[in-house]
C-alpha cells in the first residue's frame, strides 16, 4: 500500500492551511512524485486554457504561484510570466524556473490596475480566508478582455470527504494541506466574478482514473521518477462538487 503517512515536517505539528507547511516541504515542489505531485498535473490542465500571448509585452500574473509549476506549460506561449506568493522558499524555486516574483499576499498584490493580459488563481482560493477579496484583486489586475483562469475546491460535503478525509491519506495530498471551512461554493464565486466585471465558466474536473491508479502503482515500485513517464492528466467531469476549474474575460 502507499505510504500514509503524513508528508508535512517530522518536527512540528501545524493547524491546517498554515503557510508555514509550505517552508517545510520546499523540497517537495519538483519532486514528480512528491507531495504537490497533484499541482502539477493542474498546472499543464490550466495552462491549456491560457492561449499564446497576443503581444510580447503580454502579461501573466500568477497569484498564488508557489515553486512556478506553471512555467514549463506556458512555455512558448509569449508571456512575462509574475508569480506572486507569500511563500520565500517557493519563490526561490519559481524566479529559478524564470518566473518574475513578487513577494505578496493574493489579496494585496503591488500591480497596477489591469496590467495582465491573463491572471492564473490556480489552487489558491481554497487556501485563502476571504476568497472574495483575492477574486476582486484578481479582476482588478485584468484589463478589458483580460482572462481569468482558475482552479479550487467546492465548498460541498463531498469534496470535503474526498479532499480531506480521503485526499490527504494519498501520497499526492500533503496531511493537513486544507481547511475544509474556505472551500469556495462554484455558485458564489461566478456570482463574484461578475460582480467585477468578470463573466466565469465553471466545469467539474477530476484526475484520470487509469492514469492516477497507474501513477500511484509505479510509486509503490519506486518508478514514478524514471524518464519518459507519463503523469496522469486532469479530465472534465459533468460535476462540479468536488474539483472545478474556471475561466472568463474581463468585460469593458
Request: glycine share 10%; hydrophobic share 45%; aromatic share 4%.
Amino acid at each position: 500500500m502507499p505510504d500514509a503517512s503524513p508528508v508535512s515536517t517530522p518536527y512540528r505539528v501545524l493547524p491546517p492551511n498554515d503557510p508555514r507547511q509550505y517552508d517545510d516541504l520546499a523540497g517537495e515542489w519538483w519532486r514528480p512524485h512528491g507531495a504537490f505531485a497533484m499541482l502539477h498535473w493542474l498546472a499543464r490542465a490550466r495552462a491549456a486554457l491560457v492561449p499564446a500571448a497576443s503581444t510580447p509585452d503580454d502579461l501573466l500574473v500568477d497569484l498564488g504561484c508557489g515553486a512556478g509549476l506553471l512555467a514549463p506549460h506556458l512555455a512558448g506561449k509569449g508571456y512575462r510570466h509574475v508569480g506572486v506568493d507569500l511563500t520565500r522558499s517557493a519563490l526561490d524555486q519559481a524566479a529559478a524556473h524564470g518566473v518574475t516574483v513578487v513577494q505578496a499576499d493574493a489579496t494585496a498584490v503591488p500591480l497596477a490596475d489591469g496590467c495582465a493580459a491573463v491572471v492564473s488563481a490556480g489552487e489558491l482560493l481554497e487556501h485563502v480566508p476571504d476568497w472574495r477579496r483575492a477574486v476582486a484583486e484578481a479582476c482588478r489586475l485584468l484589463r478589458p478582455g483580460g482572462l481569468l483562469v482558475l482552479d479550487t475546491l467546492n465548498d460541498t460535503l463531498l469534496a470535503r470527504l474526498v479532499a480531506v478525509e480521503l485526499g490527504e491519506r494519498l501520497p499526492t495530498v500533503p496531511r493537513g494541506i486544507h481547511d475544509p471551512r474556505l472551500f469556495v461554493d462554484a455558485r458564489a464565486l461566478v456570482a463574484e466574478c461578475a460582480r467585477h466585471g468578470v463573466s466565469l465558466t465553471v466545469r467539474g474536473v477530476r484526475p484520470q482514473l487509469g492514469g492516477t491508479l497507474a501513477w500511484l502503482l509505479r510509486r509503490m515500485r519506486g518508478g514514478a521518477d524514471r524518464p519518459g513517464r507519463t503523469e496522469p492528466r486532469i479530465v472534465p467531469t459533468r460535476s462540479t462538487a468536488v474539483l472545478y476549474q474556471g475561466w472568463g474575460r474581463r468585460g469593458g
